[in-house]
């Protein structure tokens, strides 16, 4: 049985207006819509009671803050067992390059993005913090040549 949420055509259009812009008004936002601000008011409330809107971020451009050379790794460990993948997981998450972390199915074990300032802070990124952790296995680098469409 799945616990999908009823989410009717305007709340997706409320969804898909504050995932361009999640600074809008109420006011802007219901006119967007087509609807007056408090039943626009009252299905944003909705949403994020029902965690369909789980919070609002601020989209940081990476060349501003020196983090605009991004990697994808491709990680394997050499063993699956709860501590090694528990301690692997642990380190990356708080690791503030690691920008997303993925655990897979089958082969690559993980998918990490990591955004540095250059190829030098990447190289360090990974010999003193990634190859130190216990019981990786493969690493395989890919670098970004041109973002066609960024997550959101």
Do not use: H, M, Y
């Given at each position: 049985m799945c616990n999908y949420l009823v989410v009717d055509a305007t709340d997706w259009a409320i969804i898909a207006e504050l995932e361009r812009d999640g600074r809008l008004t109420n006011v802007e936002l219901a006119h967007r819509v087509g609807l007056t601000?408090?039943?626009?008011?009252?299905?944003?409330?909705?949403l994020e009671a029902d965690g369909v809107i789980r919070g609002y971020r601020a989209v940081i451009d990476p060349a501003a803050v020196g983090r605009s050379f991004e990697v994808l790794l491709?990680?394997?460990?050499?063993?699956?067992?709860?501590?090694?993948v528990g301690h692997f997981e642990q380190t990356m998450a708080q690791a503030s390059e690691v920008v997303e972390l993925r655990r897979l199915f089958g082969s690559p074990d993980y998918f990490v993005r990591v955004a540095v300032a250059d190829l030098a802070a990447y190289e360090t990124f990974l010999s003193r913090h990634v190859m130190t952790?216990?019981?990786v296995e493969r690493v395989i680098s890919r670098f970004t040549m041109k973002t066609i469409k960024p997550a959101r």
């Open positions: 601000t408090g039943p626009c008011l009252r299905r944003v409330q909705r491709d990680l394997t460990l050499e063993a699956q067992d709860a501590d090694t952790i216990p019981r």
